[in-house]
């Protein structure tokens, strides 16, 4: 079984930066991927970066040169830093990891004040 514990939510005013950090236990070997969503208030959940086991990144549209996702392999954690960032990007931010099924941290919340 895979936990991840997200840390590193706060409050920020538009044009700052947080760090999220997502830390990783159980089943480490098994992940093919790990990713950090967002979900806003009546909003879906959505993607907003994820890193295949490879390296290989992906991220979605509106985040695009303002978030990174980078992992540390010793640490077992992985992170999403988020620079530039705007109010519309208020949301509660999970961690995800997926083998064969996906796995979820319990979120973390991220207020931006204009």
């Known amino acids: 079984q895979v936990q991840l514990v997200e840390s590193g939510g706060g409050l920020v005013q538009a044009g700052g930066s947080l760090r999220l950090s997502c830390t990783v236990s159980?089943?480490?070997?098994?992940?093919?991927?790990m990713g950090w969503y967002r979900q806003a208030p009546g909003k879906k959940r959505e993607l907003v970066a994820l890193?295949?086991?490879?390296?290989?990144?992906t991220y979605a549209d509106p985040v695009k040169g303002r978030f990174t996702i980078s992992r540390d392999n010793a640490k077992n954690t992985v992170y999403l830093q988020m620079n530039s960032l705007k109010a519309e990007d208020t949301a509660v931010y999970y961690c995800?990891?997926?083998?064969?099924?996906?796995?979820w941290g319990q979120g973390t919340q991220v207020t931006v004040s204009s």
């Open positions: 159980g089943g480490i070997f098994s992940i093919n991927a």
């Open positions: 995800n990891a997926i083998t064969t099924r996906g796995y």
């Open positions: 890193m295949a086991s490879g390296g290989t990144t």
